[in-house]
């Protein structure tokens, strides 16, 4: 497993004082992406071959939030590949190496000349090393199913503070782009989401939110004719 510790800092709280689900996000996204560079397979490597590596698909479990001050440990592993898509696994972890946060994540190898996904390549996963065993969190739907019955939020105007080194939005913007759609003060338990369509610059990006009852949570993120960017299942 590569690892970096941290301590969370303030501007990565949310109004409780704690560590945001943004904040959550941006942990694991920069743990794979400081492993990818310290393998020196990162940015620069990638976009040099007209390479990327795109996120499809997350499920995290949060199983406590850390506060303000608080010393962590982020990890993350890959766990083997198929075709064009990678598995990766990520661990947030408090001081006495106990889980704050388990997430399974899947990627797939993008050909930016193309614009087309590539087959992975045994070079392409020789910095990484040998796969490790993935977290065991459990069965679930392997897809989010988006309800037909939906409220409509507030759209949202995608700007460059949205966007990445690939120019898309980020993969945490559009968990907060769904959670900022709910109800405030909604502790977030489980996120799984799926990503369909990248938003651009100048994008409309439109939720629509629906809700089993249970504390469960379906936001459906849409341009202005319905297509799909992402779809983000949230459990309260």
């Known amino acids: 497993m590569y690892q970096f510790n941290s301590r969370i800092r303030y501007s990565e709280t949310d109004e409780t004082g ?3 689900v943004p904040g959550i996000i941006n942990y694991m996204q920069d743990c794979s992406t400081f492993q990818s560079e310290d393998r020196h397979a990162g940015v620069d490597f990638l976009t040099g071959r007209n390479r990327a590596w795109l996120l499809s698909s997350w499920r995290i479990l949060i199983d406590r939030y850390p506060r303000l001050g608080e010393e962590i440990a982020v990890g993350t592993w890959h766990c083997g590949t198929k075709g064009i898509y990678g598995y990766r696994n990520f661990v947030l972890l408090d001081q006495a190496q106990q889980p704050l946060v388990r997430a399974l994540s899947l990627w797939f190898l993008y050909d930016t000349e193309k614009n087309m996904p590539a087959r992975i390549q ?19 739907p392997k897809k989010i199913r988006i309800p037909e019955e939906y409220d409509t939020a507030s759209a949202v105007i995608i700007g460059r503070h949205h966007l990445d080194t690939n120019h898309h939005v980020n993969n945490a913007q559009y968990v907060e782009i769904a959670k900022d759609a709910l109800p405030p003060g909604l502790r977030i338990r489980e996120i799984r989401a799926d990503y369909k369509r990248a938003a651009l610059l100048g994008d409309t990006v439109i939720p629509r939110i629906s809700c089993s009852g249970s504390g469960q949570w379906t936001v459906a993120l849409v341009n202005e004719t319905g297509e799909l960017f992402a779809a983000v299942w949230l459990q309260g």
């Open 18 to 20: 704690r560590l945001s």
């Open 122 to 140: 045994p070079e392409d996963m020789l910095p990484y090393g040998e796969p490790e065993s993935p977290l065991d969190l459990g069965e679930v």
